[in-house]
């Protein structure tokens, strides 16, 4: 999984292996908490 942040858009853009989340108004603050997010999203994640 990797991701991508724009600071300018405070975006950020996370890549993992089932799909790709966008979120958007982020703080760099919040990185993190996104990043768990997403893990746990794409551990629940059926086919």
């Known amino acids: 999984m990797k991701y991508r942040y724009s ?13 790709n989340h966008q ?7 919040e990185i993190e908490y996104c990043l768990v997010n997403v893990k746990l999203k794409e551990a629940t994640w059926r086919k």
Not at 7 to 19: D, E, N, Q
Not at 23 to 29: A, C, E, G, I, Y
């Open 23 to 29: 979120f958007d108004n982020v703080n760099p603050s």
């Open 7 to 19: 600071t300018m858009t405070r975006t950020l853009l996370v890549i993992g292996a089932h799909m």
